[in-house]
């Protein structure tokens, strides 16, 4: 349903616009390229060529669209609030009426002449509706999203342009509902400024869902290990608060660290958004075995452009540099960590690359062997007890994923798994005494678990910072699901990605 509504709102304005534009006497092909048209309405209704460019920045973007569309409506003489409403909400079926209906007519620059309102009254009144509608959406219906990190390449490539399907697994209401609109949690131009006021805080609720959150779906979530911050550029969610906590530095001593780094608690809905794919649902068992993951005992789903580490071993010949950046895409003048030489492995290197190009690299003449590479650090991993879980990321559980309703043992062996569950997640007292766990003050073996958890791998495995790293999902922290790309550029725009469903 959320797909639908997404491609019914894409598909339905594109081809009113085209209409509105041909009635308006712009050619065929200007009028029915998407983006482009865009500049031809901004020249037809007089409006500052530096709004078209303006536009394509992420979520400001979504806003200023909306408003050039108002104002192209305007000038069909449709300036009441019913025809702004209809324009941002039904563009689908009102753009496409205005354009193809024989009793709607281009009226062009003197549309607004003799109306009683000055045009710069009505620009301004069409602005400040577009700002509450696109707040509207955004917040119930979709919203803008762009790939800042590679954790999720080759499926999702940096600087693709996302629209985030709100619907499908319900949209949250507001829980931060004072905020600056349309940035996240932090202000424009600034990365450790608050964008928001913690004044009113609500309760957590949904809209009602279409659908649970499927294994393998690409979910949009706020990170769970970002509700507390170092409030520097260098650290936020890229140097989590409690990797540094538990650092030899400061060895689990909030107080030393409070006092010399600026810290920041955001709340649920304003912590950092990550991307990720759902491995493990509510009730599912999750193991990583040499750098395979299993589900529920068996090998799980791996998409056709996900990532992972190989050594690949040469029969001395090296890789023609032609071959490594055309056929693996690496640019090797810029030292990627994708493809380099391992020390005291003579003729062999670690390459980042997809299950079908490490196939392709494997018939080589001159390559002798292919392996999966596996990280063997131990200590860096979600629970963080080494006793316990002596884990790797690529030797990884097993671990179940609870759901709502499951009876979870706490005791010495568990409680690292589950502390924050109860604690942070679940908003419970814990404590320790003689040698037993106490429960908002009552003795207790087991927990009931509240709410539904899940399981975020990226598919770059070995650049991604996901539930390998800080653990569970809640179900309050869902954001979204993935559903498009709209657009996407690295040094120029990758038309091939534009307007890609996302698997």
Not at 173 to 178: C, E, G, L, R, V
Not at 381 to 397: E, L, M, Q, R
Request: with cysteine.
């Amino acid at each position: 349903m959320g797909m639908i509504v997404l491609v019914l709102f894409w598909l339905g304005w594109h081809i009113g616009i085209y209409a509105m534009l041909k009635k308006a006497g712009v050619d065929t092909v200007k009028a029915i390229i998407p983006i482009y048209n865009t500049w031809e309405v901004v020249k037809l209704c007089g409006i500052s060529k530096t709004w078209f460019w303006i536009q394509l920045i992420p979520i400001l973007g979504q806003f200023v669209t909306l408003w050039i569309s108002i104002i192209f409506v305007m000038h069909f003489k449709r300036v009441n609030l019913i025809h702004h409403t209809l324009t941002v909400f039904f563009p689908f079926i009102y753009l496409p009426y205005l354009g193809f209906s024989a009793h709607e007519k281009w009226h062009g620059k003197n549309a607004l002449e003799h109306y009683h309102k000055p045009a710069s009254r009505e620009w301004i009144d069409a602005a400040v509706f577009a700002v509450v509608a696109a707040t509207l959406i955004r917040t119930f219906l979709f919203e803008a999203y762009v790939i800042p990190t590679e954790s999720m390449e080759k499926t999702l490539l940096v600087n693709d342009f996302l629209f985030v399907d709100k619907v499908t697994f319900g949209a949250r209401i507001p829980q931060t509902p004072i905020s600056f609109p349309f940035v996240h949690n932090t202000l424009p131009g600034s990365i450790t400024t608050p964008s928001y006021v913690k004044w009113i805080q609500l309760d957590y609720q949904r809209l009602p869902k279409i659908r649970e959150v499927k294994r393998n779906d690409v979910v949009v979530f706020n990170m769970p290990a970002a509700d507390t911050i170092i409030n520097l550029p260098d650290f936020g969610s890229k140097i989590p608060f409690y990797d540094v906590l538990r650092s030899p530095e400061f060895n689990g001593d909030r107080e030393k660290l409070m006092a010399q780094y600026p810290i920041l608690v955001h709340p649920i809905d304003k912590t950092d958004n990550y991307i990720k794919r759902c491995v493990g649902i509510p009730g599912d068992k999750i193991e990583v075995k040499k750098s395979v993951l299993w589900v529920n005992g068996a090998p799980a789903y791996v998409a056709p452009n996900s990532q992972t580490e190989y050594l690949v071993t040469t029969n001395g010949k090296m890789f023609p540099e032609s071959y490594i950046e055309d056929s693996l895409g690496i640019n090797i003048t810029e030292a990627s960590s994708d493809f380099q030489p391992v020390d005291g492995m003579p003729n062999t290197f670690k390459i980042n690359m997809t299950p079908g190009t490490a196939k392709s690299v494997s018939q080589l003449p001159f390559i002798t062997k292919v392996l999966r590479y596996e990280e063997n650090m131990v200590g860096f991993t979600f629970p963080n007890d080494v006793a316990h879980f002596p884990w790797t990321i690529d030797n990884f559980g097993p671990i179940s994923i609870p759901k709502k309703g499951d009876q979870i043992e706490v005791n010495d062996s568990t409680i690292e798994l589950y502390r924050r569950l109860i604690v942070t997640y679940e908003h419970n007292s814990l404590e320790k005494k003689e040698g037993q766990y106490f429960i908002n003050g009552k003795a207790s073996s087991h927990y009931t678990v509240g709410q539904n958890y899940y399981w975020m791998m990226g598919d770059n495995r070995h650049r991604s910072q996901d539930s390998r790293f800080w653990g569970l999902v809640p179900e309050t922290h869902v954001v979204g699901r993935a559903a498009l790309i709209w657009f996407s550029y690295s040094k120029s725009i990758r038309w091939s990605r534009l307007f890609n469903l996302i698997k």
